[in-house]
Structures are given as structure tokens and as C-alpha cells.
């Protein structure tokens, strides 16, 4: 873990120099989450938590889950139903 509570797996780094900038556009109401994340983060460790910190953690997670889009059939499954998925497996996997 980093100094934030923020696991940092090998080869996923935050240094500056080795971060790009993406644009993304995101509805009211997912602004409104992450911002209530950041909050929340915020009252109970006394710093902030920026949004793109938090996405670029979800990426992680998903990398985590070795997340492969080819093996989704989109007109049976969608993207979240599918993470979910394989996220509760990965679960499954670590009770063993």
C-alpha cells in the first residue's frame, strides 16, 4: 500500500512522468459519485482522493480481473453484468 491506503500493484506506477491524460465524458450522476467518494476519503483520512485517482484505480482492478472484452457476447451480456462477474469469481477464487 502507498501512503494514501492505496494498493498499488507491480508495474502500475503514479509517478508523473508516466501518466497520460484521457478525456472522458461522464453523466451527472457518476460525477456526483466519484465526488462523493473523494468526500468520504477525504472526512476520514484528512486528504483528497482526485477523480482520475480513483478511475485509474478501477482500471487496475480490472487489469487485476484480467478483463477480456472478446470473451463478453454483447447481445446476451453487458459490460457491468460481465465485470460483476468476473469480479465475484475472482471472489470465489481467493476462498480457496
Do not use: W
Amino acid at each position: 500500500m502507498n501512503g494514501h491506503g492505496i494498493e498499488q500493484k507491480k508495474g502500475h506506477t503514479n509517478g508523473k512522468h508516466n501518466l497520460i491524460t484521457t478525456v472522458t465524458f461522464l453523466n451527472r450522476e457518476q460525477i456526483d459519485f466519484l465526488d462523493k467518494l473523494d468526500k468520504d476519503y477525504h472526512f476520514k483520512f484528512g486528504h483528497s482522493l482526485p477523480r482520475g485517482r480513483i478511475l485509474g484505480e478501477l482500471v487496475n482492478c480490472l487489469m487485476e480481473l484480467d478483463i477480456d472484452l472478446t470473451e463478453i457476447d454483447p447481445d446476451k451480456e453487458g459490460l457491468c453484468s460481465y465485470i460483476l462477474k468476473k469480479a465475484k469469481d475472482h471472489a470465489e477464487k481467493l476462498k480457496l
